[in-house]
């Protein structure tokens, strides 16, 4: 389930596996990210820059409602900052989703995912209940994961007052947030709850080690680096941290009794393999799993729904999965471990 090494072109530069419709949005990210790891090293400096940069144009996705709101965080931790999204629509009790954004565990937040979140809650019917757990290097492994498993059991505890079916609580996120929705899920299982319908993980970083063929194939020219992956689980572990850790690298981790799982990946993505094999690890678990690969697309694509057909599907395929998770709702048979 590995991405093969591209084959040289005659003048000796690799082919661009990248789908062509991509590349154009591939560049402007390019240009707009911090050079982290490179011309940025200080993670305050990178923060200031990523906020700096101008936001997407138009009005964000319409919802029923957005609430700002704190819930308790782990024991002596702070509150956390979460963004309740509802659907329009009548009250009828709907799935809920607690979703924990990318950023490599150093950077965005509430704001730079507020669009995903919106297209979520849209595409799922589901309440969604992002988080914004606390950041690395300030606030290191495990800190992150405790942040999110806390989240969790506020949402479940309030799920009547959220709007949700009791048997449709749902994990997310996408990059280093699909790593915290795995790590969540690994702690609901071996703290005997709360019990989880699903987990949706979008290009999740599975394997700390870094030592997956995609580092290779896709370090660079596809926006988010290999050295960019380096600075992230530097910041995150720490200079004594464990990347073996089980809640680290979800990969090495026992992955039976874990709940259904549905799991994007992009071809042209460092962390390609890494989530290929978890998907394929947890299928060999016994965990019910989809896979949605998309080879032509990047990591970070599923922010572009608006622009690129691959993320539109994507999107639409991981709000299925959600809404598949109310007891009368079955999920589409249309993408099961199919390429996108």
Request: hydrophobic fraction near 40%.
């Amino acid at each position: 389930m590995t991405e093969s090494a591209p084959t040289g072109r005659p003048d000796g530069l690799p082919v661009d596996r990248l789908d062509p419709e991509a590349r154009p949005f591939v560049e402007l990210l390019t240009a707009v990210f911090p050079d982290i790891g490179g011309a940025v090293t200080d993670p305050v400096e990178a923060r200031r820059l990523l906020a700096a940069a101008p936001a997407p144009p138009g009005e964000p996705p319409a919802v029923g409602s957005v609430e700002d709101r704190t819930v308790p965080g782990p024991e002596g931790a702070p509150p956390l900052p979460v963004r309740v999204y509802r659907p329009e629509g009548d009250a009828r009790p709907r799935p809920t989703t607690v979703f924990f954004h990318g950023g490599g565990w150093v950077l965005c937040g509430l704001d730079t995912h507020d669009r995903t979140c919106r297209t979520l809650c849209r595409e799922s019917g589901a309440v969604v209940v992002s988080v914004d757990y606390r950041l690395a290097p300030e606030a290191r492994f495990p800190a992150p994961v405790e942040d999110a498993y806390a989240a969790l059991l506020w949402a479940a505890a309030h799920i009547a007052e959220l709007g949700g079916e009791p048997a449709a609580l749902v994990v997310a996120g996408d990059s280093a947030g699909g790593n915290l929705a795995a790590a969540a899920a690994l702690l609901a299982r071996d703290r005997r709850g709360p019990a989880l319908a699903r987990q949706v993980l979008i290009y999740p970083a599975t394997d700390m080690a870094g030592a997956h063929a995609s580092y290779r194939t896709n370090g660079a020219g596809y926006y988010l680096t290999a050295a960019h992956m380096r600075w992230y689980r530097d910041h995150y572990l720490g200079p004594d941290g464990d990347p073996r850790h089980p809640l680290a690298s979800p990969l090495r981790a026992e992955l039976a009794g874990l709940p259904p799982a549905h799991v994007v990946t992009a071809g042209c993505d460092p962390l390609c393999d890494e989530g290929r094999a978890f998907a394929a690890a947890l299928a060999a678990a016994g965990v019910e799993v989809t896979e949605d690969h998309h080879p032509g697309m990047f990591h970070s694509f599923l922010a572009l729904h608006e622009y690129l057909g691959a993320s539109a599907r994507a999107v639409r395929r991981a709000g299925d999965a959600i809404a598949s998770t109310l007891p009368d709702r079955k999920i589409s048979g249309d993408h099961g471990g199919v390429a996108g």
